[in-house]
């Protein structure tokens, strides 16, 4: 490992740690030549597949335009940083078991609702009313009924009457 501070490449190793969250080491390096520390993190390299748009191009799948599009449906909603980081690992973790080599923004946009529906409804009707761009008033009414059915309800609690 070069040192950051004059090019040696001579460096060495003084302390190495876990990080909090278990998915990368953190290493304290000291320079042989200049004798000043500095950190490098490693990290496992995961590799999601390609995301394949409704006009056929093909992008580089990207956590930050997934928490983009979660956050922009959560606005104002009392849901915790917590909750929606956990959302993104989950899709993260379906997209990396799929072994895919290409998702369409169709079966992304799925995973995304799927979690957007545990999370919160209104979130979730939010996205769904881009993501599935309604015709008319009538469709969006359907799928809020939908979300209202005893079937789709049955694990919230009801309000005594």
């Known amino acids: 490992m070069k040192?950051?501070?004059c090019g040696n490449a001579d460096t060495q190793v003084v302390d190495s740690r876990t990080s909090e969250d278990g998915d990368a080491i953190r290493r304290r390096r000291q320079c042989s030549q200049c004798e000043k520390r500095f950190t490098t993190y490693e990290r496992k390299e995961l590799f999601f597949p390609a995301i394949v748009k409704r006009d056929g191009s093909r992008v580089d799948f990207s956590s930050d335009k997934l928490r983009g599009s979660?956050?922009?449906s959560l606005r104002k909603r009392p849901v915790s940083a917590e909750a929606i980081d956990q959302a993104i690992a989950r899709i993260e973790e379906k997209l990396l078991l799929s072994a895919a080599r290409?998702?369409?923004t169709k079966q992304?946009?799925?995973l995304v609702m799927e979690q957007l529906k545990q999370l919160d409804t209104v979130a979730y009707i939010r996205f769904a009313s881009v993501y599935?761009?309604?015709e008319d008033l009538q469709a969006f009414s359907e799928e809020i009924a939908q979300l209202t059915s005893p079937v789709a309800t049955t694990n919230s609690p009801r309000k005594k009457s």
């Open 3 to 5: 040192c950051p501070f």
């Open 102 to 104: 290409e998702v369409s």
């Open 70 to 72: 979660l956050m922009l």
């Open 108 to 110: 992304l946009g799925e």
């Open 132 to 134: 599935k761009s309604f």
